[in-house]
T-cell receptor, first 114, second 115 residues
Framework: AQTVTQSQPEMSVQEAETVTLSCTYD???????LFWYKQPPSRQMILVIR??????QNATENRFSVNFQKAAKSFSLKISDSQLGDAAMYFC???????????FGQGTRLTINP | DAGVTQSPTHLIKTRGQHVTLRCSPI?????VSWYQQVLGQGPQFIFQ???????GRGNFPDRFSARQFPNYSSELNVNALLLGDSALYLC??????????????FGSGTRLTVV
């Protein structure tokens, strides 16, 4: 079975500082993808970053980067130079190659303090 | 280009009633998936449709059904509503079905409240 766990219900950070959100997952498959989604109060899930499991290099998208530790089944998100607009719920999710569904974690609420 | 559009945005229903939620995918996307997000939790997979056929079903009762139309839009139907069906229902589209490894594009959801 696929499971995704986010152990931090809430996190806060000062504007312009760096914050790391944690995520662990469990799967017996070897071909899968991992995602971080952002859900602001507008409710729309917005894709932040994706990582292919077969790639050793950590994905990066501007101020967002991941630390993908495949053996430990860990997939954390680092947000650098935090901005007020980064405040949202962040969800970690996994997708097995050939499967039809994303499996989400419980989410982490990120607050940015000015 | 328009993103994934869902209607209505909010809905209040009474227990025992049925509801139909609608979703229009991004132009060119042939796959639509439905997720239920209960307050304070992550989304849970309900259905995926690709090329008008059901390709996946989550662990939801038969009161939940869906279909996809020739223009790739989709409806989610829920019969005999229960209080526990109150949730945000999210629709997501992707160009391909089982190869949606680029991630899905989500709509803003329909907030369903059952009273």
């Amino acid at each position: 079975a696929q499971t995704v766990t986010q152990s931090q219900p809430e996190m806060s950070v000062q504007e312009a500082e760096t914050v790391t959100l944690s995520c662990t997952y469990d799967t017996s498959e070897s071909d899968y993808y991992l995602f971080w989604y952002k859900q602001p109060p507008s409710r729309q899930m917005i894709l932040v970053i994706r990582q292919e499991a077969y790639k050793q290099q950590n994905a990066t998208e501007n101020r967002f980067s991941v630390n993908f530790q495949k053996a430990a089944k860990s997939f954390s998100l680092k947000i650098s130079d935090s901005q007020l607009g980064d405040a949202a719920m962040y969800f970690c999710a996994s997708l097995i190659q050939g499967a039809q569904k994303l499996v989400f974690g419980q989410g982490t609420r990120l607050t940015i303090n000015p | 280009d328009a993103g994934v559009t869902q209607s209505p945005t909010h809905l209040i229903k009474t227990r025992g009633q049925h509801v139909t939620l609608r979703c229009s995918p991004i132009s060119g996307h042939k796959s639509v998936s439905w997720y239920q997000q209960v307050l304070g939790q992550g989304p849970q997979f309900i259905f995926q449709y690709y090329e008008k056929e059901e390709r996946g079903r989550g662990n939801f009762p038969d009161r939940f059904s869906a279909r996809q139309f020739p223009n790739y839009s989709s409806e989610l139907n829920v019969n005999a509503l229960l209080l526990g069906d109150s949730a945000l229902y999210l629709c997501a589209s992707s160009f391909l079905g089982v190869q949606a490894n680029y991630g899905y594009t989500f709509g803003s959801g329909t907030r369903l409240t059952v009273v």
